[in-house]
C-alpha cells in the first residue's frame, strides 16, 4: 500500500473531513500530516526535472490541419495553452480566465450566470465560433440581454485549449467564420507517471475574495498498456464577491459540481478507442428585472476511434458525441413564484476524418479528407411566460465534407489548399429555411533560413442561421419593453471571406545556451457578408425587431504572441489591435472588443522547483461603449502567481488577482470584475 494511503487508513478521523465536502472542514491535520510524510527525507522523493517548465514553446495544434503541428510552426494564428501553464500561472474560476491570455479572444457572461460566450476577432454568437469540449460542439444558445451563445465547463477538468482564429479553421466543423475554440479534457496519463498503475491527486483552493472554498479529486488506474481508465471530480462554492470599489456584487454566488469519466482501450498497438462522459452542474441565482434560482446542467458524452496502421494511407480518427445543456429557473418572486421555465438544447453528431501521406516527384503530400454532421434539437417550455418564443423550439441539420492537401517541397515552400462544402436545413412551425456552398482555402508559406516562416493566406466561411435568429416570434416580457419580435424565414447565411498574413519565428540558442524564443506576429482583413445582426424594423405595423441580412462586417486586426524561455527565467506577450465597422453605414460593430496586451515575467529556482512571476494586462479604451449599452474604460491590471513542486507529490501554489484592487468591468459584460483575489491551493499526488 502506498503510503500515503496507509497513513489515511491510520487516521480515519482526520480523514473523514476532506472528503465530506464541507466548507470550513477542510482536515487540516490530515493535509498536515500527508505533508510531513510526502516532504520527509526518509521518502527521498525525486525532485521534478529542472527543464520541465510550464511554457507552452512547442505546443501541438490540431485546429488549423487536424494532422498536428506545433502551434508556432502553424501557417495560421493558433494558440494552446496547456495543463502545466493552467495549473501554475493562472488557477482559473473561471475559463474565461485562460481564454483572455490569447490573442483576439474575449468572453461575455451574463450578471451572475457561470457560463460564457466566446468572442473571436468580434465574432460570437449562434456558433460563429465552434466551441468544442472533447471533440462535442457545444451549441446551446437562448434570446436574451448577453451572449446568445454559451457553454458550461469546469477549468479543473481543463488538459489543453487549441485555439485557431478566423476561417481558416473551417476544415474543423461548419460556421466557424470567426475561429475554432476546442478543449480537451484530463485523461489517465495527466495523474499516472510511467510505471504506476494507481494513483490520484487531491487538490484544495482557497479564494479570499467570495471566501470561495474548492475541493478536485482525481483517480486513475492503468492496468496494462491497453488499457486505462479515469474518474474525476470538482465541487466549489463561491460566494458573492466583491468589485475593486470594495462594494459587494450580488448574485455572482454559485455553486459547482462537475464529474468526468474517460476510458482508452488500445486493442492493438495502432487502434485506440476512447469513451468520455462529462457533467456540469451550476447553481447559482440571476435575473435582471425579475429574480431567478437557476440550475444549468451540461453534459459532454464521446466516443472517438484511432487507427494509425505503419501505412502511409491510413491515419483515421472516428468520432460520435452528444452534448446537452438544460438550464432551469424557477422564478423567485412575484405573483409567478415557483413558476419554472427550461431551456433545453441537445446536439448529436459525428466527425470522420483521414490522412493519407505521398510523393509526386519532390513534392510531400498530406491529405486530409472527410466530413461532419450534427443536429441540433431545441426544446423550450415556460408555462405561464414566452421564453419558449423568444428561443422558439425546433431542428437544425448541418453537415458538410472537406478536402485539404498539405504540399512542402524541399522544405522551404509549403501550400495548403482545401475546400469544404457545407449545407443546411432548419425547420420550426411552418418554416423552413434550407442551402450550401463550397468554401475554398489557400495558404503558402514561405522559409526562406530555417528559424524565419512568412505566410499568407486566404480563406471562406459559411455559417447557416440559427434556430433563434429565424423563428423567434412574440413579445418581449415586461416590465422592461413591450417590443414585438418577427420571425425571419428568408434569411441568408453568412459568408466570410478573410485574408491573412503573418510571419513565425523560432530561435534557439539565441542569446544563451538552450534558451529558446517563440513569436508569432499576424494581420487579417475579414469581410461577413450578409451579417446577421437584430434590427427595429416599422413594418408590419406598429414595428418591432427582427434578424436581419443588414451588414457587411468588416474587421481588420493585429495580433502578436510571443515567448522567450531563458531557463531561469521566462517573458511572454499577448495581444491584438482590433477595429470591426459595418461597411454600409460605418458605424462600430458592437462586439469587438478593445485592444489588449498582456506581458508576463518569470523567473525559476531550485531546479525549477519554485516559478513565480507576475502578469499586466493593459486594456484599452472602446469608443461608443455607452451607445452599446455596455462600458469601455480603459484599465491595467497586475497579477502575482507563485508555485512550489514540494517533492514529486507535493505542490503548492498562490496566484494573486487584481493586485491593487483596480475597479474596473469587462467589455461586454454587465457585472465589475472582482477586485483583490489571492488563491491558494494545495496539490498532493497519491500513488
Not at 419554472?340 to 441537445?346: M, N, P, Q, R, V
Not at 419558449?388 to 472537406?402: C, I, K, M, N
Not at 504540399?407 to 425547420?427: H, K
Not at 461597411?583 to 498582456?598: A, F, G, H, M, Q
Request: proline letters at 6%; glycine letters at 10%.
Amino acid at each position: 500500500m502506498p503510503p500515503v494511503l496507509r497513513l489515511i487508513a491510520r487516521c480515519p478521523k482526520a480523514a473523514s473531513p476532506v472528503f465530506s465536502l464541507r466548507p470550513g472542514r477542510f482536515g487540516l491535520h490530515l493535509i498536515l500530516t500527508l505533508f510531513a510524510s510526502l516532504t520527509a527525507p526518509a521518502e527521498a522523493q525525486e525532485v521534478m526535472p529542472g527543464d520541465d517548465t510550464t511554457i507552452d514553446l512547442d505546443a501541438i495544434t490540431v485546429t488549423a490541419t487536424k494532422a498536428g503541428e506545433r502551434a508556432y510552426d502553424s501557417l495560421s494564428p493558433s494558440s494552446v495553452i496547456g495543463r502545466e501553464r493552467i495549473e501554475t500561472q493562472i488557477q482559473p474560476s473561471s475559463t474565461a480566465d485562460v481564454l483572455r491570455l490569447i490573442p483576439s479572444v474575449t468572453t461575455q457572461s451574463a450578471p451572475g450566470d457561470p457560463g460564457i460566450g466566446v468572442n473571436v476577432r468580434g465574432l460570437q454568437d449562434f456558433g460563429r465560433v465552434n466551441v468544442l469540449v472533447d471533440g462535442a460542439r457545444q451549441n446551446f444558445q437562448r434570446e436574451g440581454h448577453s451572449a446568445k451563445g454559451t457553454f458550461y465547463f469546469d477549468p479543473e477538468m481543463m488538459k489543453s485549449v487549441d485555439v485557431t482564429r478566423g476561417p481558416a479553421s473551417s476544415i474543423y466543423g461548419s460556421g466557424a467564420i470567426g475561429g475554432v475554440v476546442s478543449f480537451t479534457t484530463i485523461d489517465a496519463g495527466d495523474v499516472l507517471p510511467d510505471g504506476v498503475h494507481v494513483g490520484g491527486r487531491i487538490k484544495g483552493t482557497w479564494e479570499t475574495n467570495g471566501n470561495t472554498p474548492l475541493l478536485h479529486g482525481e483517480v486513475a488506474a492503468r492496468p496494462s498498456e491497453m488499457f486505462d481508465l479515469l474518474g474525476a471530480a470538482t465541487w466549489r462554492d463561491a460566494g458573492d464577491y466583491r468589485s475593486g470599489d470594495g462594494a459587494t456584487v450580488d448574485y455572482t454566488a454559485q455553486d459547482l459540481l462537475s464529474g468526468l469519466f474517460k476510458i482508452r482501450i488500445r486493442p492493438a498497438s495502432d487502434q485506440e478507442l476512447t469513451l468520455s462522459g462529462l457533467r456540469i452542474t451550476n447553481d447559482f441565482e440571476n435575473g435582471l428585472s425579475t429574480l431567478y434560482r437557476t440550475q444549468a446542467v451540461a453534459d459532454a458524452l464521446t466516443a472517438g476511434y484511432r487507427w494509425t496502421p505503419d501505412s502511409p494511407v491510413w491515419d483515421l480518427s472516428a468520432k460520435v458525441y452528444f452534448s446537452g445543456t438544460n438550464v432551469k429557473q424557477t422564478t423567485l418572486e412575484g405573483i409567478t413564484a415557483g413558476a419554472a421555465k427550461t431551456f433545453d438544447i441537445g446536439t448529436t453528431g459525428f466527425d470522420l476524418f483521414n490522412t493519407s501521406k505521398f510523393d509526386t516527384g519532390s513534392f510531400k503530400h498530406e491529405l486530409t479528407y472527410g466530413g461532419d454532421l450534427f443536429n441540433d434539437n431545441v426544446d423550450t417550455k415556460d408555462p405561464f411566460g414566452n421564453s419558449d418564443q423568444l428561443t422558439p423550439s425546433g431542428e437544425r441539420l448541418v453537415y458538410g465534407a472537406f478536402l485539404q492537401d498539405r504540399v512542402v517541397f524541399s522544405e522551404w515552400l509549403e501550400v495548403i489548399g482545401a475546400l469544404r462544402y457545407d449545407s443546411y436545413r432548419l425547420t420550426g412551425v411552418d418554416i423552413e429555411n434550407e442551402g450550401s456552398r463550397l468554401s475554398p482555402k489557400i495558404t503558402v508559406g514561405i522559409t526562406p533560413w530555417q528559424p524565419v516562416t512568412f505566410y499568407a493566406s486566404y480563406s471562406e466561411g459559411y455559417r447557416a442561421p440559427a434556430l433563434t435568429e429565424t423563428l423567434i416570434d412574440g413579445f418581449h416580457p415586461p416590465p422592461l419593453s413591450a417590443g414585438r419580435f418577427f420571425p425571419n424565414p428568408d434569411l441568408k447565411p453568412e459568408i466570410a471571406h478573410n485574408i491573412e498574413g503573418g510571419v513565425n519565428l523560432r530561435f534557439d540558442n539565441l542569446i544563451a545556451e538552450e534558451d529558446r524564443l517563440r513569436i508569432k506576429f499576424g494581420v487579417f482583413h475579414n469581410r461577413v457578408d450578409d451579417y446577421i445582426e437584430q434590427v427595429f424594423t416599422r413594418f408590419p405595423a406598429p414595428g418591432g425587431y427582427q434578424y436581419r441580412n443588414i451588414a457587411e462586417a468588416v474587421i481588420d486586426g493585429f495580433e502578436a504572441e510571443g515567448i522567450y524561455d531563458g531557463g531561469s527565467y521566462f517573458v511572454g506577450i499577448a495581444g491584438h489591435i482590433l477595429r470591426g465597422t459595418n461597411s454600409r453605414t460605418n458605424e462600430d460593430l458592437v462586439k469587438v472588443p478593445p485592444n489588449r496586451l498582456t506581458g508576463t515575467v518569470g523567473f525559476r529556482a531550485y531546479d525549477s522547483r519554485l516559478e513565480l512571476g507576475t502578469r499586466v494586462s493593459l486594456v484599452g479604451a472602446k469608443d461608443q461603449a455607452e451607445d452599446f449599452g455596455f462600458v469601455g474604460d480603459p484599465y491595467a491590471v497586475v497579477d502575482l502567481f507563485a508555485n512550489w513542486k514540494v517533492s514529486e507529490r507535493v505542490t503548492t501554489g498562490l496566484v494573486i488577482e487584481n493586485l491593487f484592487d483596480r475597479q474596473y468591468t469587462e467589455y461586454l459584460n454587465g457585472n465589475p470584475s472582482p477586485g483583490f483575489n489571492a488563491k491558494a491551493s494545495l496539490s498532493v499526488k497519491l500513488y
